[in-house]
């Protein structure tokens, strides 16, 4: 497997592996990562899709990827993805998969047109004081103390940074600042999460620092992600003959070893409380998605908070067995373990159907959240809120399903161990209608409507002890690489296996995984496309400087006596140069 950009790689069609057609594939899991893989196996390795098995534990596919309209509960969000245009493997697969409506339209083609015509923009990223403007909204507020921290966080080498958290490397300064309340709340980091994986999303998205903001770089599918991504990716691997088994827990991949070599030979599962064993050869091929941030979820409703209480999960037993067959295969209880009790745990969906909150939300997000527009474009946070509770709301109709008089929020708490501010509880002890009186308390609702307001709409509180496990500070090793050292069938993908420089959290991890799974068992001839390398580009390093200096120019940056004289040289120095028109193009100059 190699690595490659531009689009003379991108738009070419790989031969067919040797062998191809003799290969049988079963892929753990059906997340966007199975999925992919399956896809990637069909599209590019050209298996029979006929050969490809899917094993799910749930009785439908989809893993994290939401939402889901539940006859019993109602409009279900867990969460939802940002995308962004450098999602390079992301639409290199969806541009492959046809939309449901037309099948000569692509799911990018929808998404690209789609957010042409209704682009992403936050006309408020944070409020407070129950409904008002955040005073510095719009900018950074980043001390040079903080400035400097995040820019000797990047050039650490992350071979530096073994169980490093976020508050070890940065100070009081960086925690007070619009950045980090920005970034935080956008990409769900808390001040114990790793800072591996903080300087990975520096590296990574150092291009949308100027759009922090207003998150005019994000963009959004037409429904919730399931129904826009997940359901026509379903129905082009069905059309391609994969084969879907629900209700089947994985237990245990069984792998024999030498000192040069790993093989999966037999798989062990569970199909509807039946036990059963899949023996396997050297042309079966098994793809394991390992852990799940979902896993072990539990709902509320609007009398009734979610229960707290759950099993360990089956994707983290299965981890577990094979971890313990070599070292190789990553450490899981790293991540599902130990994780600390202030952490987000908790979202709830609320589906209102009273025009009341109307005018709240258009005070915040200047448009009418039923125009059809995006309304948040994101997260809108709230800075006061006890849960520093998060706000997001999606083009409506949200679902496909959804009534024209039906408006869904999505909630989250990044908070878990504090009350809130109006509702005196954790926000995993509230039921849907005390998550639901806490947000429009927040958002200005008079105090006298709220509850009434609150019954009346259908909010479920769900409960996700694993959302935030990707973040757990980590060393090199913890996660499995995609395809270990010596394995010869067996490979792990989706956001708990290791990839070079990209970022867990996100559609494109997982997607990029499976690639690189799928072409490195198969040997497929194609260049897996490489990580957005904005890191490496001088006028994007630049445009962050000044960004981050809340649109500085050099001249006017806090600089002492020393470092002006040495400004001055080196702007004598490249003054009429090509360096010089960088500067000035990036407005430093």
């Not at 980090?180 to 990975?200: D, G, I, N, V």
């Not at 069984?254 to 062990?268: F, L, M, P, R, S």
């Not at 969906?349 to 309304?375: A, E, L, M, N, W």
């Not at 989250?412 to 809130?420: C, I, R, W």
Request: glycine content about 6%.
């Amino acid at each position: 497997m190699y690595y490659s950009n531009g689009n003379y790689e991108a738009f070419a069609r790989p031969k067919k592996p040797a062998d191809a057609a003799k290969k049988s594939a079963y892929i753990v899991g059906s997340g966007l990562a199975g999925l992919a893989a399956a896809a990637f196996l069909v599209r590019d390795g050209q298996v029979p899709g006929n050969q490809i098995h899917v094993f799910e534990e749930l009785d439908l596919p989809g893993g994290s990827m939401d939402g889901i309209l539940n006859e019993q509960r109602g409009y279900i969000i867990r969460g939802g993805r940002e995308m962004e245009p450098h999602f390079e493997t992301l639409w290199d697969l969806f541009r492959s998969i046809p939309t449901l409506e037309n099948a000569d339209v692509s799911v990018l083609d929808e998404f690209y047109w789609l957010n042409k015509a209704d682009p992403s923009n936050s006309q408020t990223r944070v409020i407070e004081k129950r409904g008002n403007k955040l005073a510095s909204d719009g900018q950074l507020t980043l001390s040079r103390q903080a400035i400097e921290e995040i820019a000797k966080l990047v050039l650490t080498s992350e071979s530096q940074l073994d169980n490093v958290k976020i508050n070890e490397v940065f100070g009081s300064d960086f925690f007070k600042s619009n950045f980090w309340l920005y970034w935080s709340t956008m990409f769900a980091f808390e001040p114990w999460a790793s800072a591996m994986e903080m300087r990975r999303y520096l590296l990574r998205f150092v291009h949308h620092v100027g759009t922090l903001q207003n998150m005019s770089a994000l963009k959004f599918t037409k429904y919730n992600q399931y129904e826009s991504l997940v359901k026509p990716l379903i129905k082009y691997l069905q059309d391609h003959g994969v084969k879907f088994q629900y209700n089947t827990v994985v237990n245990n991949i069984v792998v024999k070893q030498n000192d040069t070599q790993k093989q999966a030979v037999k798989i062990e599962l569970t199909v509807k409380n039946e036990k059963q064993t899949l023996d396997l050869t050297t042309d079966d091929l098994v793809f394991v998605t390992n852990g799940s941030i979902t896993e072990s979820t539990t709902y509320g409703d609007n009398e009734h908070p979610a229960p707290q209480t759950h099993p360990i999960g089956a994707s983290w037993e299965l981890w577990e067995k094979l971890a313990a067959q070599d070292p190789t295969f990553g450490q899981p209880a790293k991540f599902y373990q130990d994780i600390p009790e202030a952490n987000w745990t908790m979202s709830a969906t609320c589906t209102f159907s009273d025009d009341r909150i109307i005018p709240y939300i258009q005070k915040i997000t200047g448009k009418d959240p039923r125009s059809g527009s995006i309304v948040t474009s994101g997260p809108v946070s709230i800075r006061d809120s006890n849960w520093l509770l998060g706000i997001s709301i999606s083009r409506q109709p949200h679902f496909q399903q959804q009534k024209s008089n039906e408006l869904i929020v999505w909630l989250y708490g990044l908070f878990s161990d504090q009350p809130g501010n109006y509702i005196h509880k954790k926000i995993a002890d509230c039921n849907g209608q005390e998550i639901c009186e806490e947000f429009l308390y927040h958002i200005g609702v008079p105090e006298n409507q709220i509850a009434e307001i609150a019954q009346a709409a259908n909010s479920i509180p769900i409960h996700m002890p694993y959302i935030t496990s990707y973040f757990m500070s980590r060393q090199a090793g913890d996660r499995p690489l995609v395809v270990p050292k010596g394995s010869q069938n067996l490979a792990f993908i989706g956001n708990f296996a290791e990839t070079k420089r990209d970022t867990v959290f996100t559609t494109e991890y997982s997607v990029r995984t499976a690639m690189e799974a799928v072409y490195q068992l198969l040997d497929v001839d194609r260049g897996v496309p490489e990580v957005f390398d904005s890191a490496f580009d001088l006028r994007t390093i630049l445009s962050a400087l000044y960004y981050l200096n809340d649109k500085k120019r050099l001249a006017e940056l806090p600089l002492n006596q020393v470092e002006k004289v040495g400004l001055n040289a080196f702007l004598k120095k490249i003054h009429g140069t090509y360096l010089e028109e960088i500067f000035k193009a990036e407005k430093l100059l």
